[in-house]
């Protein structure tokens, strides 16, 4: 998958990013395309047509084996054992502790093999942890370096696949997966995304990523389809208040403080982190995050300070400007007596308090 770039790795893709003129940035450990031509115009067309992701940094991680359901069950937060064959889910890694390990989408590809599409920055942490707790019967295996990973996300997406697809082979609908032949190229197809509009993630090996990224680009032109880099993809998830490991998520941030609740199952039921979350069941989660909206001028970025009456009382995880809403938006961590909807609070930018109000996520 790589060829060395002193220290950091490059997908299968690199060759195509660089002709396309790309700005190649490190992230995660690799060089990777932030954007091609505007973040904006990247951002507009994933909204309005569609956008076309190399995220082959993802990783991916396969449980094979009889006691594989069991293991995941054990593993990740949301449910397992209604998870049909040829479904995806969101869930969370938990540390004994409660902490977030990493974020993950969970699939059913067959009755004995599951897989987590884990985050660029946390694949080897996550192997680790996984072939760890999965017990010796149970096939661990990590595709990352041998599976490329692209998202064409859009609501012309599923047109644009349409036609490369073999006649009746049908897409899968929203958070299912299927095996397809696109392009004549065997792909794993799953109808999932991180951007906050309908697309898929397209799981293909690197031998035919090159190929099957030309042949979408080709498909989609007239549709209005542009290559899409990072830079996008922030600022969609940040439209859609998608939390973001190492900023919404840390190992320091249990899945309730997060506004996760709804991707963890009963307590009782049992995972690792399970116990420490119902020990502090009783006790109010001390910070919630939030999402706000800049009243004054200025923009929120990462890590600035959240201020109420001259006092800092959290910070930002993730702040830009909406090309949506045409307007500065961000989340943060404010104590959870300070987060309802409509509270006023200041973003600290640049030594000078600007007025924000928080408001309903998503912002979309």
């Known amino acids: 998958m790589s060829e060395e770039a002193g220290e950091l790795r490059r997908t299968a893709l690199h060759a195509t990013h660089a002709a396309l003129g790309a700005r190649l940035v490190p992230f995660a450990g690799y060089e990777m395309p932030v954007q091609y031509s505007s973040i904006k115009e990247e951002h507009k067309a994933v909204r309005e047509r569609a956008?076309?992701?190399?995220?082959?940094?993802?990783?991916?991680?396969q449980l094979r084996g009889k006691r594989a359901r069991a293991a995941a069950e054990e593993l990740v937060t949301c449910e397992v054992s209604t998870l049909a064959v040829?479904?995806?889910?969101?869930?969370?890694?938990?540390?004994?502790?409660?902490?977030?390990?990493?974020?993950?989408?969970?699939?059913?590809?067959?009755?004995?093999?599951?897989?987590?599409?884990?985050?660029?920055?946390?694949?080897?942490?996550?192997?680790g942890w996984i072939r760890e707790h999965a017990g010796a019967s149970v096939k661990v295996e990590n595709r990352s370096r041998s599976t490329s990973l692209l998202a064409l996300q859009g609501p012309a997406a599923r047109g644009i696949l349409d036609g490369l697809c073999s006649p009746g082979t049908p897409l899968p609908k929203r958070f299912r997966i299927a095996s397809c032949e696109i392009a004549g190229l065997p792909?794993?197809?799953?109808?999932?995304?991180?951007?906050?509009s309908r697309g898929f993630e397209l799981y293909v090996e690197n031998k035919d990523v090159v190929a099957l990224w030309e042949a979408l680009m080709q498909a989609g032109e007239p549709a209005g389809l542009l290559p899409a880099g990072l830079?996008?993809?922030?600022?969609?998830?940040?439209?859609?208040?998608?939390p973001l490991y190492g900023h919404e998520l840390d190992r320091d941030t249990s899945p309730f403080e997060a506004g996760l609740d709804r991707f963890v199952k009963p307590l009782a039921r049992g995972f690792i982190g399970a116990e420490a979350l119902a020990a502090r069941a009783d006790e109010a989660d001390p910070r919630r995050l939030v999402g706000f909206e800049m009243v004054g001028r200025g923009i929120a970025r990462a890590d600035y300070?959240?201020?109420?009456?001259?006092?800092?009382?959290?910070?930002?995880?993730?702040?830009?400007?909406?090309?949506?809403?045409g307007k500065s938006i961000g989340l943060g961590y404010v104590p959870r007596s300070k987060s309802q909807v409509g509270d006023r609070i200041d973003i600290r930018v640049r030594k000078k308090d600007v007025e924000a109000v928080i408001v309903q996520t998503p912002f979309l």
């Open 187 to 196: 792909v794993l197809t799953s109808g999932t995304g991180y951007t906050g």
């Open 51 to 61: 956008g076309l992701f190399d995220v082959s940094h993802m990783g991916q991680i």
């Open 305 to 325: 300070e959240i201020v109420i009456d001259g006092t800092v009382v959290g910070r930002v995880t993730s702040g830009a400007p909406s090309p949506t809403l």
């Open 231 to 242: 830079g996008a993809r922030d600022t969609l998830r940040l439209e859609a208040a998608l």
């Open 86 to 127: 040829g479904q995806a889910r969101y869930g969370l890694l938990l540390d004994e502790n409660g902490g977030c390990i990493d974020d993950v989408m969970l699939s059913r590809v067959d009755e004995e093999d599951y897989f987590f599409c884990v985050n660029a920055s946390n694949v080897d942490t996550a192997h």
